[in-house]
């Protein structure tokens, strides 16, 4: 089975705190991609990655960065936490094929992290 | 960024009974997939239709991706308690370079016993 691993499911952290978000898959998948889930606003991507040392600003990346290292692990970083970074934070992985067009296949989640900033 | 619409917010109905969700957008996407996510969970990949016009069916099911490939529905017959959950709709960029996923802001589903 494909899987996705987020480190951790809740985290509490303080404001102005550094917080790391670990995402790990196991199917060598190119493209991974860090959503923050909030009600009423669906899935908005904050950052994604097709290749290590890659990325690409989502929607909203302001306050956030991220690491691809490796081809299997994308981090997530809030530099200095803040009360409004409180959400449910999702990580994906896809597979690309590089065809006529291309086509990116379904993108598998993790079970999410969430995080409280207080 | 392509925005995707989805309608209802909410829904909430008795088992048994049918219902449709739409997801609608001003941009054309080159596919479209259809998530379910339950709580606790990250969303589950449901079924990616590609061709304008198609019709899928996953059991009591169908998703039918319009003509110009600008909105799709999810119709769901005969509902049952175990179909609650949150429907997302997510569509892939007609650029072929783009290859991240728009998230409509999803359908949260109710069916009650």
């Known amino acids: 089975d494909v899987k996705v691993t987020q480190s951790s499911r809740y985290l509490v952290k303080r404001t102005g705190e550094k917080v790391f978000l670990e995402c790990v898959q196991d199917?060598?998948?190119?493209?991974m991609f860090w959503y923050r889930q909030d009600p009423g606003l669906g899935l908005r991507l904050i950052y994604f990655?097709?290749?290590?040392?890659?990325?690409e600003k989502g929607d909203i990346p302001e306050g956030y960065s991220v690491s691809r290292e490796k081809k299997e692990r994308f981090s997530l970083i809030l530099e200095s936490a803040s009360t409004n970074q409180t959400s449910m934070y999702l990580c994906?992985?896809?597979?690309?094929?590089?065809?006529?067009?291309?086509?990116?296949?379904?993108?598998?989640f993790g079970q999410g992290t969430r995080l409280t900033v207080v | 960024t392509q925005l995707l619409e989805q309608s209802p917010q909410f829904l909430s109905i008795q088992e048994g009974e049918n219902l449709t969700v739409y997801c609608n957008s001003s941009?054309?996407?080159?596919?479209l997939q259809w998530y379910r996510q339950e709580p606790g969970e990250g969303p589950v990949l449901l079924v990616t239709?590609?061709?304008?016009?198609e019709v899928k069916k996953l059991k009591r099911l169908t998703f039918q991706f319009g003509d110009a490939r600008k909105d799709s529905s999810l119709h769901i017959t005969a509902a049952q308690p175990g179909d609650t959950g949150l429907y997302l709709c997510?569509?892939?960029?007609?650029?072929?370079?783009?290859?991240?996923?728009?998230f409509g802001s999803g359908t949260q589903l109710t069916v009650l016993p």
């Open positions: 994906a992985s896809s597979l690309y094929i590089d065809s006529l067009q291309g086509m990116n296949t379904e993108a598998f």
């Open positions: 199917m060598d998948h190119e493209n």
């Open positions: 990655s097709y290749d290590v040392k890659m990325k």
């Open positions: 941009s054309v996407f080159s596919s």
């Open positions: 239709v590609v061709t304008g016009g």
């Open positions: 997510a569509g892939e960029p007609n650029s072929g370079s783009a290859r991240q996923l728009t």
